[in-house]
């Protein structure tokens, strides 16, 4: 689970990320204007509160370094596996408790939104964390446009399922469809993003192309990857993780160093590129944002 690293740093994972941030110093700069990628239209995003400054993890370990059983259960597989999927066209179904359902094409969908940037942490369950520089719309301002009813209270997320096209899906690792779900209120949250790509880029397919969640103050899981289903529900929908072991993995699985996983601490966390670890925070640092969601609640219960 955890990698280790040489000191040195290879040239080859340095410049893609000295070039993205070259371009943002210069998006910065009051030039973004004339530029037409989706970067510039992140003049105000690149300054807006939610980003974090932390030094960006590189683009090299944030594309072979991941989780997403759909294509094997090893940090590399995706990596070497994802790039058959295909994600174009790609569409989105739909359905519950909303005024507008039906099958939405995601070009359309994202046509009409304004792409932000965010740079998110990611804390993995397994204590490890990223941060990467994503591109994607809030989530709620998608929700918005299907006009929830008031008997939606949650919404229920699902990956596609493509046995051909993701290896992982021809064994029983997890019940496929992968599904994730989050209370309204969480799904409405600013923060919550639904992200089309990282650093600059369409999204690689080893972290969710064409379309993944990001929910920067939960453990990794609950940002689930290549969403073909949007679900509103009166009720809690079953998760995938919570579904496999209700006592390791909870519907909410906020960030929380003071909750231990039954098989290992959330105390701290190793940051991928480092060799130390840092402390856990409490949401994930998200706290300021996020911790009045769940006021009243005990968090040791609702993990
Ligand atoms: N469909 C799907 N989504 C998924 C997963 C998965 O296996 N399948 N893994 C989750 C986990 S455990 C984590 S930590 C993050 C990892 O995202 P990344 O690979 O982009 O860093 O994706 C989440 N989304
Ligand atoms: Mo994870």
């Known amino acids: 689970m955890l990698i280790k690293k040489p000191v040195a740093i290879k040239a080859s994972e340095i410049t893609p990320k000295a070039i993205y941030l070259k371009r943002r110093r210069f998006i910065?700069?009051?030039?973004?204007?004339?530029?037409?990628?989706?970067?510039?239209?992140?003049?105000?995003?690149?300054?807006?509160?939610?980003?974090?400054?932390?030094?960006?993890t590189s683009i090299k370990d944030i594309t072979r370094y991941n989780n997403f059983y759909e294509f094997g259960t090893s940090k590399g597989a995706p990596g070497i596996h994802a790039g058959a999927l295909t994600t174009h066209p790609w569409s989105i179904t739909v359905s519950g408790a909303?005024?507008?359902?039906?099958?939405?094409?995601?070009?359309?969908?994202?046509?009409?939104?304004?792409?932000?940037?965010?740079?998110?942490?990611?804390?993995?369950?397994?204590?490890?964390?990223?941060?990467?520089p994503w591109q994607g719309v809030p989530l709620g301002k998608i929700l918005k446009?299907?006009?929830?009813?008031?008997?939606?209270?949650?919404?229920?997320?699902?990956?596609?399922?493509?046995?051909?096209?993701?290896?992982g899906q021809r064994r029983n690792i997890l019940d496929w469809p992968y599904r994730e779900g989050l209370r309204m209120d969480e799904a409405m949250h600013p923060l919550t993003l639904l992200a089309t790509g990282l650093y600059g880029k369409d999204l690689p397919n080893q972290n969710g192309a064409p379309i993944r969640l990001v929910v920067p103050w939960k453990y990794g899981f609950k940002s689930i990857k290549s969403i073909v289903s949007i679900e509103f529900?009166?009720?809690?929908?079953?998760?995938?993780?919570n579904q496999k072991g209700a006592d390791e993995y909870g519907f909410y699985a906020n960030v929380n160093p003071a909750v231990d996983?039954?098989?290992?601490?959330?105390?701290?966390?190793?940051?991928?590129?480092d060799i130390f670890k840092r402390p856990t925070?409490?949401?994930?640092?998200?706290?300021?944002?996020?911790?009045?969601?769940?006021?009243g609640m005990d968090l040791r219960k609702h993990y």
Not at 261 to 273: F, L, N
Request: with cysteine; proline share 6%; charged share 25%.
């Open 28 to 56: 910065q700069g009051g030039m973004g204007a004339a530029l037409a990628t989706v970067l510039q239209n992140n003049l105000m995003a690149a300054a807006n509160s939610y980003s974090t400054t932390e030094e960006l």
């Open 98 to 132: 909303c005024e507008h359902p039906g099958n939405y094409d995601l070009d359309d969908l994202i046509k009409a939104a304004e792409v932000e940037e965010r740079i998110y942490r990611l804390r993995c369950v397994e204590a490890w964390s990223m941060v990467i």
């Open 145 to 167: 446009r299907f006009g929830p009813t008031s008997k939606a209270r949650y919404v229920a997320f699902r990956t596609l399922v493509r046995p051909a096209e993701m290896p």
């Open 233 to 241: 529900t009166e009720n809690e929908p079953p998760t995938t993780w």
């Open 261 to 273: 996983h039954p098989r290992w601490s959330q105390k701290k966390e190793r940051r991928i590129g």
């Open 281 to 295: 925070l409490p949401f994930n640092g998200y706290a300021e944002e996020v911790a009045s969601l769940y006021a």
